[in-house]
Every structure is written in structure tokens, then in C-alpha cells.
């Protein structure tokens, strides 16, 4: 029986032929995502030879952005995104607001409409969640501060397109002189804020408790393939649900789908269970990107492509650093985020077409956002891996730029005034959490000094602000273990129960100082037997009753009664 195989012959081309330039292009040592960027081009119907299915490719493409979100959900909480809101929310909109009058200058200059160089402007500003969380992965700084913060960052930029989508209708309507709907304007937005609260409200209060029990329920079947399968159904259908009922992006819906269940304690196993699916698909998305670029734009309008991809990589990167830098953040932190943002993609591409669509952007405007879109993404493992010798160069310099280069996150070390009595035989806290919270409570009670070791800034400057002392860092980093003064501390206390950070926190905290005593939190008694033969006086791992025994614990080793 004959039957249409269009998307057998798109997954097979596209992947089949992004392995073979992917590798060749490892192999020359560029990045694996240039070769299969060339692989959607050489099937793209801008070249001669085989045509995959460009719709088809961009559905899959979207199955990728969908799960890849979905595991960024798995691995970043609400806290997580409320603890960089300071930084992310007016660096976000501060930058998109630099890039768009970047953008629309040039439109201007080549005689657009208003609301054609709006569009362009705003299709400029919004980075491609795929290609930064690619970027942060290759470098394993996803769940560093810094990758928090460019996360975030996208976070509230895709927030931000959301609106953006819905507005540019009756907006485009407005600015081309065809609608005088300010009133229609104010409705859009007004619908547009609200689905979007009713669907965070409705997943933070009834998803946080219902799809936790769900993945209980079909883990204790003992089925891996229905845990699998329960892992996918709930990020696909919560992505698509979000789209159809509240209008929200699938790759939004999908992130806050992680999120919620990622108060499951299975939480781990679904990102391991989802990677493969979140690897292919994430390759699907780069051959789509290049199916959809036109190489003769780059003989046409050389000059306007390169205008592009100067705001894409410079333009945009400038304003991020120095928004970063505007906030007290070190300089590792400013290149990091600006190196993340040097770039755009899918939400550019969606903007692109809208506008097409409205019939204010010429076709030339989408063609030369693809180029832009083509070559930033190309370049952006290349600007990432130029982080590391442009802080080096700064600092051989002198003056003002060395000073900036050198210049210590001021939260990443304790104040020259900090008392004596904070710097010898104190007690080391590492987290502040529920737990550490109520550990740091009752060492203050009971007139311990102690050192709080924590990478959320704003409860760093909190802890500050109430006269304690405290570092902001990663304490499994032997720096910052040294800033809060480890080697001559009498007790180290772990409240983190990260069995991938804790092994590296006590290891460092031995090396720096081989008498300190150690207490910690495991997640299970496998961890526990882990930490027990690193010489850790004692691990914690019943949730019950926990901060009191912790407490006792501590009070028992400072010699001081409870």
C-alpha cells in the first residue's frame, strides 16, 4: 500500500547526515553543531539535491526545544529563578530594549516601515534557549551562578516574546497606520498577562503536587520503560496544553513542567531517562535552523548581513556585559552572560515569519535574520571559548582594565572587618535552606560564631545585612572554602544533600584542613555509606527530625550543651 513517508525520510536525512558533518567537523575542531547546521542547509530547498520536509523538520525541532526545556525545569527550581530575579529581570528587558533600537536603527537606515524595524529590532533581541543551554552544557556550567543567571536570563526574555507574539498584531496594525486600536492593544495585553499567571498559578499550586505523585505512582510499577514514557507524556502534554489553553510557547509550558516535577524525588532518574530523546531532538532543531537559510542572501547583502551579525555578537554582547558589571558581578560572570546572549534563535524565527505573515516585514528582513541567526549561532562556542584568554588579557593590561579583570565578586570573600572570632575554631555552614536556616538559628542561639558558605547572592546579602558572616560561592570550589576560612575551622556542616557536590566539598575541606570534623546530609543510606568512608563524623538522612538532630549534633562537637 503506498503511503507517505515524508517524515521517515526527513528524521533519517537530517540525522544521517548531521553524524557525518558533525563529525568531520569535530574532527577539524570546530564544534559538532557548525556540521549540522551545514547538514539542514545541504537538505534545505535553497541548495540543490534531496529536500527533507521543511514543515516537518520544524515540528521536530520543536519536540526538541520542548524536552530540552523540560530538563532545564528538572534541574532549576523556582527558587533558583526567584534568586536571580534582581539581575534577570531588568537585565533581560533593559537589554532587549538596547538590541530592538539596534536593530530598528538599521531597518531605518534601509528604509522600513516602523513597524517592519520593530519587528527586525525584536526578532535581534531574544536569544536561542538551545544553543545557550548547549553552551553551558559543554562547559558544565549549567548549574553554576553563572549559568543560573544567563538562564534566568532567557527565562525572562522568552516571558517577555510571549507578550510580544500576542501584541504584534493589533500593535503592527497600530504602527502601520490600519488600526486605531489602542484599546485593542490594552485588551491583548491585559488577556496575555493574565493566562499566562492563571497557568504559573495552576502549575505552582496543583502541578507541584499532583505530577510528583504521578511518577511515584508509575515508578512503584516497577516498569522503566512506563517511567520513561510518563517522564515524555507529562512534558509534551503540559507543553501543548499551555500552548492551546493559555497561549503560553511550548517551550515555556515545558520549562515549568520540569519545574514541578522536579519536587519529586525521582526527579534525577527523569532527566537521566530524557536525555537521549533531549540529544537527538536538540540536533533535529540545528538541521531545521539550517533547512531555512538561504546562502545566495550572503552575495546579495553582504553589508546588511554583517550589520546583523555585529549586533547579534557585539551590539547585544556590550549591553549584557556592562548590565552584569552595573550590578557588582565579577567580570567572569559579565563575559559568561554576554557570551550566552551573542546569538538568537527560535523565537527570532517565530517573529520573523509573524511578520511576514502580517505582511509589514519584507522577506529580505526574514532572510537576513536567518543569516544572523546561522552565523551567531556558528560563532557561539567560539565566543564562549574565548571567555578564559580575553580575562586573561585584561588582566595583563593596565589601568582601569586590569582593575576590572581582577576585580573579586565582593560577596565572594569576607569583609576586612569581619571579626576575628569568624576566622578560627568557627563552625563552616555550607547551604540555606530549610535546614541551614534553622542550623544558623541555633548556632546564633547558642553564641557559636560560624561562616555560612551559600550560592544564592541575595541570601548571602541578607545573612550581611543581619551582621553575620557569609561567603556567596559553590563550596565544593576549594576557593571559596578558603574565603570562609576552612583551614582553621573546628566543624564543617553540609546541609546540601547533593551527592554530586558533597564528595568534593569534604575532599577540599580535608585537603585544607585534615583535623576539621565533618558533618553532612545524604539523600539515602547509599550515600550515606559513600560520605561515611571519606571519614565524615556523621551523615543525616531521615527528613524527620533532622534539624534537631543536626543541631544536637553540632552543639555536642563545640563542647557546648543544647
Not at 91 to 110: C, E
Not at 465 to 479: I, K, M, Q, S, T
Request: with cysteine; net charge neutral.
Amino acid at each position: 500500500m503506498p503511503h507517505d513517508i515524508s517524515l521517515i525520510s526527513t528524521i533519517a536525512a537530517g540525522l544521517g547526515l548531521a553524524l557525518i558533518l558533525g563529525y568531520g567537523a569535530v574532527r577539524l575542531g570546530l564544534p559538532a553543531l557548525v556540521g549540522y547546521l551545514l547538514a539542514g542547509i545541504a537538505i534545505g530547498p535553497a541548495t540543490p539535491g534531496f529536500v527533507a520536509d521543511v514543515a516537518l523538520a520544524g515540528q521536530l525541532a520543536e519536540i526538541g526545544v520542548m524536552l530540552l526545556m523540560f530538563g532545564v525545569g528538572l534541574h532549576f527550581s523556582l527558587a533558583d529563578l526567584l534568586a536571580v530575579r534582581r539581575i534577570a529581570l531588568p537585565g533581560a528587558v533593559v537589554q532587549i530594549g538596547v538590541a530592538t533600537l539596534l536593530g530598528m536603527g538599521a531597518a531605518s537606515l534601509w528604509g522600513w516601515s516602523l513597524a517592519a524595524a520593530l519587528i527586525f529590532g525584536l526578532a535581534l533581541s531574544v536569544a536561542s534557549t538551545v544553543v545557550l543551554l548547549r553552551a553551558l552544557e559543554s562547559q558544565g556550567a549549567v548549574e553554576s551562578e553563572n549559568g543560573r543567571i544567563a538562564v534566568g536570563w532567557l527565562v525572562v526574555e522568552d516571558l517577555v516574546m510571549v507578550l510580544v507574539l500576542v501584541l504584534l498584531p493589533p500593535l503592527a496594525g497600530v504602527l502601520s497606520g490600519s488600526a486605531a486600536g489602542d484599546g485593542e492593544v490594552w485588551r491583548a495585553l491585559a488577556m496575555t498577562l493574565g493566562q499566562v499567571a492563571a497557568f504559573v498559578v495552576l502549575m505552582l499550586v496543583g502541578g507541584r503536587k499532583f505530577f510528583p505523585h504521578l511518577l511515584w505512582m508509575v515508578a512503584r510499577t516497577g516498569s522503566r520503560e512506563l517511567f520513561t514514557l510518563c517522564v515524555v507524556a507529562a512534558a509534551l502534554g503540559i507543553a501543548f496544553g499551555a500552548a492551546k489553553l493559555f497561549g503560553v510557547s511550548f517551550a515555556l509550558g515545558a520549562f515549568f513542567a520540569g519545574m514541578v516535577l522536579r519536587e519529586s524525588d525521582l526527579s534525577y532518574r527523569a532527566a537521566h531517562e530524557t536525555l537521549p530523546l533531549r540529544d537527538a531532538f536538540a540536533v533535529l532543531f540545528f538541521v531545521s535552523v539550517g533547512m531555512l537559510f538561504d546562502p545566495a542572501i550572503l552575495l546579495a547583502e553582504p553589508l546588511r548581513v554583517l550589520t546583523v551579525v555585529a549586533i547579534i555578537l557585539v551590539g547585544k554582547s556590550i549591553a549584557a556585559a556592562v548590565l552584569v558589571l552595573a550590578f557588582r558581578y565579577p567580570l567572569n560572570t559579565a563575559l559568561t552572560v554576554a557570551a550566552s546572549l551573542a546569538q538568537i534563535g527560535e523565537f527570532s524565527f517565530i517573529l520573523a515569519g509573524l511578520g511576514v505573515a502580517l505582511g509589514v516585514l519584507p522577506v529580505e528582513g526574514q532572510s537576513l535574520i536567518l543569516a544572523g541567526a546561522l552565523i551567531s549561532i556558528a560563532c557561539n562556542p567560539v565566543v564562549f571559548r574565548a571567555i578564559a584568554p580575553l580575562q586573561a588579557a585584561l588582566a595583563a593590561r593596565g589601568g582601569q582594565a586590569a582593575w576590572l579583570a581582577r576585580r573579586q565578586d565582593p560577596l565572594a570573600e569576607l569583609p576586612a572587618s569581619t571579626d576575628s572570632r569568624y576566622l578560627a575554631g568557627q563552625v563552616v555552614l555550607v547551604g540555606q535552606g530549610r535546614l541551614g536556616a534553622r542550623v544558623a538559628q541555633a548556632l546564633t542561639g547558642a553564641g557559636l560564631p560560624f561562616v555560612v558558605a551559600e550560592q544564592d547572592r541575595e541570601k548571602v546579602e541578607k545573612l550581611r545585612a543581619r551582621g553575620l558572616a557569609a561567603v556567596c560561592g559553590d563550596a565544593a570550589l576549594p576557593a571559596v572554602l578558603i574565603q570562609a576560612h576552612i583551614a582553621r575551622a573546628a566543624l564543617l556542616v553540609i546541609t546540601v544533600p547533593d551527592p554530586v557536590a558533597v564528595r568534593p566539598m569534604v575532599e577540599a575541606a580535608r585537603a585544607l584542613n585534615p583535623e576539621v570534623k565533618v558533618l553532612a546530609r545524604a539523600l539515602g543510606s547509599q550515600e550515606a555509606g559513600a560520605l561515611g568512608g571519606l571519614g565524615v563524623e556523621r551523615v543525616f538522612v531521615a527528613e524527620e527530625e533532622l534539624a534537631g538532630a543536626v543541631i544536637r549534633q553540632i552543639l555536642a562537637e563545640m563542647m557546648v550543651r543544647p
